[in-house]
């Protein structure tokens, strides 16, 4: 039906930058709010940040001012500009969407996750 496709993870320095991309295919009508989401060895899944079909978004404390969220509505794409990066923000990101399918309805996917590493 729908897959999401992260790319553009990798390891950096600290204070250093990555741009995650996820790329959504399949019989996409349309994408309503996408997530980053990411999860540390030994801990829960948490959500980073969001943006609704609108533009608008939310970020957790810990990235905001820090992390930018955006997406392309005409490509099916969103994006996570991570900037002045910490160790601690080492974890797999995950992309997830919620999407609506033709002649299926509204459903909601995750992407297979991209590893983000933070070196001191």
């Known amino acids: 039906q729908v897959q999401l496709v992260e790319s553009g993870g990798g390891l950096v320095q600290a204070g250093g930058s990555l741009r995650l991309s996820c790329l959504a295919s399949?019989?996409?009508?349309?994408?309503?709010?996408m997530g980053w989401y990411r999860q540390a060895p030994g801990t829960q899944r948490e959500l980073v940040a969001g943006?609704?079909?609108?533009?608008?978004?939310n970020y957790s404390d810990s990235v905001k001012g820090r992390f930018i969220i955006s997406r392309d509505n005409a490509k099916n794409v969103g994006f996570l500009q991570m900037n002045s990066l910490k160790p601690e923000d080492t974890a797999v990101y995950y992309c997830?969407?919620?999407?609506?399918?033709?002649?299926?309805?509204?459903?909601?996917?995750w992407g297979q996750g991209t590893q983000v590493t933070v070196s001191s």
């Open positions: 997830n969407a919620d999407v609506n399918i033709f002649w299926v309805g509204r459903r909601n996917f």
């Open positions: 399949g019989s996409i009508r349309s994408i309503n709010a």
């Open positions: 943006i609704t079909s609108s533009g608008s978004t």
